[in-house]
């Protein structure tokens, strides 16, 4: 059963909170989504139209609307960011997003069959939250782990990516990233280990997604930890993106076609831990 007073108490990084409020109608339009295949291995072995489904961090919907797509019918999000959960609203209004963050779900022990996290496991990747998610997870349930990352071994991603990760330490403290690897640490917890005995399993899965010269800089601006620099540093990296896309492109290693479209190369990883009996 549920506890009355969640044994851990809520909390949502600083530099998430921040970020992800500043401009939740960009995030939505230029981060990529997921490809089929990678939705499909998250919910290998799952009835998508009998099995209950909880995405945790759910943001503007990206993969939840995939999720719906994929058939998931008692489906229901949790997002601890209003302005996430307002954007939301406008592009999935019909799915339940609630406010909770993931060290304290309101709901029963082992109410769902598989719980899914989109782009934001590395904010919380710690005992207390695994240890929530585990409580919430039915005996064999399905904990899916989903990232996109630019694939930095094209030159003109690796450029774009190194101006725009620079601002992800300084006066700010580390941020918490995905790429970074810190977030399978977790597992080896002592609690998280036994909620999820055989650790987690990683696989990948290669795609593109078009962008124009623009998005190129505006995807690096709906990154949490450059939405929280001042106006003018934010003014100074779109200078610093826009630059390197002209060198690129002048070089060849970059095109666009007559639609004004280049193909991003995006490496997808789909982590999943099975919960223990």
């Known amino acids: ?5 969640p044994r851990f108490a809520r909390r949502v990084h600083g530099v998430a909170r921040a970020g992800f409020a500043a401009d939740p109608a960009l995030y939505a339009r ?35 609307k995939l999720l719906v797509d994929a058939g998931c019918k008692w489906l229901v999000a949790a997002e601890p960011v209003a302005e996430m959960r307002e954007q939301f609203a406008q592009d999935v209004p019909n799915v339940r997003c609630i406010d909770a963050p993931a060290n304290a779900l309101p709901f029963e022990d082992a109410s769902f069959d598989a719980v899914l996290v989109g782009q934001a496991f590395h904010w919380f990747a710690d005992e207390a939250s695994l240890v929530e998610i585990g409580r919430v997870l039915r005996p064999g349930g399905r904990l899916a782990l989903l990232w996109n990352l630019e694939d930095d071994g094209v030159p003109w991603v690796r450029d774009v990516r190194a101006a725009y990760e620079a601002h992800d330490t300084g006066p700010r403290g580390d941020v918490p990233q995905y790429r970074k690897g810190k977030w399978v640490d977790a597992f080896d917890a002592p609690l998280c280990r036994a909620a999820f005995p055989d650790g987690v399993d990683r696989s990948f899965f290669d795609h593109a997604m078009p962008t124009t010269r623009t998005e190129i800089w505006e995807r690096a601006l709906s990154k949490s930890y450059v939405a929280t620099l001042s106006e003018a540093e934010r003014g100074q990296l779109v200078g610093e993106i826009e630059a390197i896309v002209a060198r690129h492109e002048a070089a060849g290693g970059l095109a666009f076609d007559e639609a004004g479209l280049a193909a ?14």
Do not use: N, Q
């Open 1 to 5: 059963a549920r506890a009355t007073t």
């Open 30 to 64: 230029v981060r990529p989504g997921y490809p089929p295949e990678a939705v499909a291995f998250a919910l290998d072995g799952v009835d998508p139209g009998r099995a209950t489904t909880l995405e945790i961090a759910s943001g503007t919907g990206i993969l939840t």
């Open 264 to 277: 991003l190369p995006v490496r997808s990883e789909v982590a999943v831990a099975v919960r223990g009996d």
